[in-house]
């Protein structure tokens, strides 16, 4: 941005600027330290001006003695106003001379980066002992226009207004430096982190080209699979050679090969491509993992009671990151003395199939086949055993990719058989229902379920969630196959926002609700609240069972001092929760007379929840009702025992 050294337009001849009165003179060198980097991790270039600058001086006299500025005169602006520069000075009119100020006001002058290095200042000595301090400079050539070539993903709008406000003044270094450093950040946010300038050059008459090389794919290759088949990890790649590398992509990319839970780690490296200048090759390093397992374990549930489990799965079945799994499970089916519980053993049994890649990759296919023996927490007292089978297809939405749609069709069928005759007839005859309402109470059958639903997660993990949302809306159309007047559809829906408190705490709150859309839903399909997943602090079913709900939850999760400070991830991932729970069934069933269980309620309590990989989050909570807890509740509370977490 130099130009001849002529001092053309200024009103001051040569022997003028070299009068012998004693001046300073000083002189910058040129410096532009824009530089055209090749390196793929470059993301910012700043100028840096000089710290010292030359100065040839006769001795100077005006220096020697303490002397006050009368004025300051500048020769050679043109675009650049005087007021700005007299801001930036340190010397005022009126204030002391020293030449070790004007040295530096001089270098703050040329660092506003409108000036070349031909700067000369000349202090003079007026009749009155005060100073004249005369500041002669010139000005870059001033940037008439901006070009800019090589940009695809990010809009030449977008650039431009980065250099707003330097078009008609003299040209920048410092402001284009900055411009540049603006320009690879707006590339780098959308998570073009390998675009770079290549180049920025002025014509004569002012325009400055801006040339940018976006980064983009020569090849794609994948290194470590031995089990696994190329095409597997490759569908799931959906970066392509071609494309302008996006590490936002890419890392999609690897957390869907991730999630096939066939890999132990899965990684991406970047070289330069040896064949095309400005590309990139991209190696997609995965490291197999063992897939084939047998587990054995057991626990607590409220549900379930004290139960084993084994299962037997394969998470890269034939190669093709699919999964298939048998799994079983025997427990008690007896826990905190439920009375309206049938006292009988649970037995489970699931065989399901997994495949992550199902037309594309943004869809997947998971079936299953059940078979469930147990006491019912529907129907008091009674033997609930459910068999059939469902095939889902889920989809994550291309416009949100926070959006997962899903459809699912499945049949069941549903066999409700007395637990307990004398029990419930005692019942009956105490709350004087007809004995004609129990046959409804034991009516099931076989059904087939068409249910559409939408998930929304925009959560930071699924491990330790501390913000984001979870919302999920379903609907359920359940066809009776054998009674087609048995035929009824319903709506469920639920939202949670994860609020962060301090460095490692949060707060949730949750909303739920559902409700029949039309026909009666049988009993043993009604919905229910009380236990874990819904009101805490009472029995399965204690709130109430009903066709209609809502319900709310707010709860605080901490780590507990020190313990989330160890190496241990079960440690890590364990939090103390304190919560309060409410809600409300509608529309209540004949089970809410006989057991004269209260429909609403409030209650508050705390637990402990940690994060089980492959079952979802644990949780053991104690709550206390703060409203009626029933004839068959307990005003101290009760422990209820949850794993997983319910999404509808």
């Known amino acids: 941005m130099a130009v001849d050294d002529v001092w053309g337009g200024m009103g001051l001849s040569d022997e003028a600027l070299k009068h012998d009165n004693g001046y300073a003179n000083t002189v910058f060198d040129k410096f532009t330290n ?7 991790n470059y993301t910012n270039t700043e100028g840096n001006y000089p710290t010292n600058f030359s100065s040839t001086t006769t001795s100077d006299p005006i220096d020697k003695e303490k002397r006050i500025i009368k004025d300051i005169e500048f020769y050679g602006l043109n675009s650049v106003s005087e007021q700005e520069l007299r801001e930036k000075m340190q010397m005022k009119q009126g204030g002391d001379y020293t030449r070790d100020l004007l040295q530096t006001d001089l270098k703050t002058i040329y660092e506003m980066g409108y000036f070349t290095e031909k700067m000369k200042a000349i202090p003079s000595k007026n009749d009155d002992g005060t100073v004249t301090v005369k500041i002669v400079v010139e000005e870059n050539i001033p940037v ?22 330097m078009k008609g003044k003299p040209q920048n270094i410092a402001m284009l430096n900055k411009a540049i450093a603006q320009i690879q950040e707006l590339y780098t946010s959308k998570g073009y982190i390998l675009a770079r300038i290549d180049s920025v050059d002025d014509d004569p008459d002012g325009t400055i080209n801006i040339s ?32 302008i590398y996006n590490e936002n992509l890419v890392k999609e990319d690897l957390v869907r090969l991730y999630a096939t839970q066939a890999f132990k780690d899965v990684t991406r490296e970047i070289e330069p491509s040896e064949e095309i200048p400005d590309a990139y090759d991209i190696t997609i390093k995965i490291q197999e993992q063992r897939t084939a397992s047998i587990s054995v374990g057991g626990g607590l549930d409220t549900v379930t009671g004290l139960f084993g489990s084994m299962g037997i799965s394969e998470n890269n079945f034939r190669g093709r990151c699919e999964r298939l799994s048998l799994t079983g499970l025997v427990g008690t089916g007896v826990i905190l003395n439920d009375s309206s519980v049938k006292d009988h053993m649970n037995i489970q049994a699931e065989l399901s199939y997994f495949k992550p890649y199902f037309y594309n990759a ?3 296919l998971n079936t299953r086949l059940f078979f469930r023996d147990f006491g019912s927490y529907q129907i008091p007292l009674a033997i609930e055993r459910r068999f059939g089978g469902e095939m889902t297809v889920a989809h994550r939405l291309k416009k949100n990719r926070h959006a997962t749609a899903s459809f699912s069709l499945g049949v069941e069928n549903i066999d409700v058989r007395e637990g307990d005759k ?3 007839l005692s019942l009956y005859q105490r709350y004087n229902v007809p004995i004609s309402e129990r046959a409804k109470q034991l009516e099931g059958g076989l059904f087939m379920s068409l249910s559409p639903a939408l998930i929304y997660d925009t959560r930071d993990s699924a491990t330790v969630t ?19 007047d048995r035929t ?3 709506l469920t829906g639920m939202i949670k926002q994860y609020v962060p408190v301090g460095k490692k705490s949060s707060l949730s709150f949750t909303a739920k609700g559902g409700g029949a859309i039309h026909g009666d839903i049988p009993e043993v399909m009604a919905f229910r609240l009380g236990g874990p997943y819904t009101v805490r602090g009472f029995k399965m079913s204690g709130v109430g069972t009903g066709n209609a709900f809502i319900m709310g939850s707010a709860e605080f999760a901490t780590p507990i001092p020190f313990l989330d400070r160890t190496r241990i991830a079960f440690l890590n991932n ?9 809600g409300k069934v509608f529309d209540g069933t004949v089970s809410n007379t006989i057991y004269d269980r209260p429909m609403y309620a409030v209650s508050a309590g705390v637990g402990l929840k940690v994060f089980i990989p492959g079952m979802g989050p644990l949780s053991i909570d104690y709550g206390i009702p703060l409203t009626n807890s029933g004839r068959n509740g307990s005003d101290n509370g009760y422990f209820t025992f949850g794993v997983g977490d319910l999404l509808y």
Not at 34 to 40: E, G, H, K, L
Not at 144 to 165: C, Q, R
Not at 466 to 484: C, P, Q, Y
């Open 212 to 243: 940018i090389k976006e980064g983009i794919i020569d090849k794609i290759m994948i290194e470590g699979n031995e089990k696994t088949k190329d095409y597997i990890v490759a569908r799931n790649i959906l970066t392509e050679p071609g494309m």
């Open 488 to 490: 009824h559809g319903k």
């Open 34 to 40: 824009y530089s055209n980097t090749q390196d793929p």
């Open 422 to 424: 004398n029990g419930i």
């Open 362 to 364: 943004d869809t997947s």
């Open 144 to 165: 008439k226009d901006f070009t800019i070539e090589g940009n695809t993903v990010v809009s030449t709008e977008d650039i431009l207004a980065t250099l707003t406000g």
């Open 466 to 484: 501390r913000h984001g949302t979870m919302a999920s809306l379903r609907f359920d159309e359940n066809i009776g196959l054998d009674g087609f």
């Open 574 to 582: 364990l939090r103390f929760t304190a919560w309060v729970d409410a």
